[in-house]
């Protein structure tokens, strides 16, 4: 039934101009607005829908994932840009000074680290 749909995701946030001016400055990504409501263009054609929601409540799991080459190169750059990442107190793994969890200690995977938004929605980079 939907196996040639051309589905995508969406999330909500409370302050749409806020999240415009995140998304479309802070992050880099083409931002285009409709209808009071932002689609992220990311590559390979994929689009996410972002809508404004007066009761919003931020989502308790990672909205988007951003894959990168280098995340040192990533963290240090979005830092710049005046990003906070977050700090997990996970038993199985711990945190660098920057913020990322590398694989070790019981934590398997890539290297990633994690931000909100302005509606603090959680946000990941990882390397892959």
């Known amino acids: 039934m939907f196996a040639k749909t051309k589905a995508f995701a969406s999330f909500s946030v409370d302050d749409i101009d806020a999240a415009k001016t995140f998304y479309g400055e802070t992050l880099g990504l083409e931002v285009s607005e409709e209808n009071g409501m932002l689609t992220l263009h990311i590559a390979d054609g994929g689009n996410i829908l972002i809508y404004p929601k007066p009761n919003h409540a931020p989502a308790s799991f990672t909205v988007l994932n951003f894959p990168v080459e280098d995340i040192d190169q990533a963290v240090d750059e979005l830092t710049k840009r005046g990003v906070r990442f977050e700090r997990y107190d996970f038993k199985d793994f711990e945190q660098d000074e920057k913020g990322i969890a590398r694989a070790g200690g019981g934590q398997e995977g890539p290297p990633i680290a994690w ?6 929605n959680v946000i990941a980079v990882l390397e892959g």
């Open 115 to 120: 931000f909100t938004d302005p509606a603090r």
